[in-house]
Nanobody
Framework: QVQLVESGGGLVQAGDSLRLSCAASGRTFGSRGMGWFRQAPGKEREFVGFIHWSGGNAAYSDSVKGRFAISRDNAKNTLYLQMNSLKPEDTAVYYC????????????????WGQGTQVTVSS
């Protein structure tokens, strides 16, 4: 398994941008798809986006499509989430995860998770 550590969260105002990073350790990062999820207080963890192991293809939830962008640097074992035009409803703990099998939209398809980083967007 891969160990994952997120960073880059913080408190921002609506309309601001933020970039999250996910540092991975282990040999499998470059061969695995990676996902971003988020969890707001009192809500279930929800899919944000997914990127293919090569970085060539990405998919997003409808709520962030056009505002968020996932990228990765396999040489640095790092995953990124660029978040633009942030809204108060984007407030959540953001998690990166290593894809294992199944639909990339489901948490059960991932076998390694980071500890999360808090993003708070004020109105």
């Amino acid at each position: 398994q891969v160990q994952l550590v997120e960073s880059g969260g913080g408190l921002v105002q609506a309309g601001d941008s933020l970039r999250l990073s996910c540092a991975a350790s282990g040999r499998t990062f470059g061969s695995r798809g990676m996902g971003w999820f988020r969890q707001a207080p009192g809500k279930e963890r929800e899919f944000v986006g997914f990127i293919h192991w090569s970085g060539g293809n990405a998919a997003y939830s409808d709520s962030v499509k056009g505002r968020f962008a996932i990228s990765r640097d396999n040489a640095k074992n790092t995953l990124y989430l660029q978040m633009n035009s942030l809204k108060p409803e984007d407030t959540a703990v953001y998690y990166c995860a290593s894809y294992y099998s199944g639909s990339y939209r489901y948490t059960s398809s991932y076998d390694s998770w980071g500890q999360g980083t808090q993003v708070t967007v004020s109105s």
